[in-house]
């Protein structure tokens, strides 16, 4: 690979920490053709694509992904409070799924604890957003109400 071929595709080692210049690029042998593929992830990708490139593999099931970042509340499911995950969101892309949609980066919003809503794209995205919005309009007009509501309960005799 020249230097002008290395300023354009970064070849990087799969689960690598991804510099600023970009996402990085690796090859994979495709257990379809038993030919070598190679495969530029998606920006921010952060899954470790080593045994990918260990081994052959189908090229449906590679896929880029982002971190998330967990978030949890005190639920009661059952009589019993436990931390659970809620809100968590992930960007992903698969470029070989037999799914277009799939192909093209989306979202994958985790409302709780593996409670998927997935395959979102950027239209999809924005009505969740706006969704939650909503509701988070409510829980503020209620924190309006309980605050006085409980001001008025401890103002009594």
Known sequence: MSIADATETRQATPGQAEPATGP???TFTNRDTDQPTTVTCMTGCSLDHRGDVATP???????????????????????KVEEYRVLGITLN???WDEKLSQRLPHASVEVIDDC?????????LALVIAT???RLDVLRD???????????YEARP
């Open 24 to 26: 990085q690029t690796w």
């Open 57 to 79: 593999t189908f090229a449906s099931d590679i896929w880029c992904q982002t971190d998330r970042t967990d978030v949890t509340l005190p639920i009661n499911e059952s009589g």
């Open 93 to 95: 892309v698969r470029p």
């Open 116 to 124: 998927w809503i997935e395959d979102l794209d950027p239209d999809a």
């Open 132 to 134: 939650l919005e909503s």
């Open 142 to 152: 209620s924190h309006t109400q309980l605050v006085k509501l409980r001001a008025e």
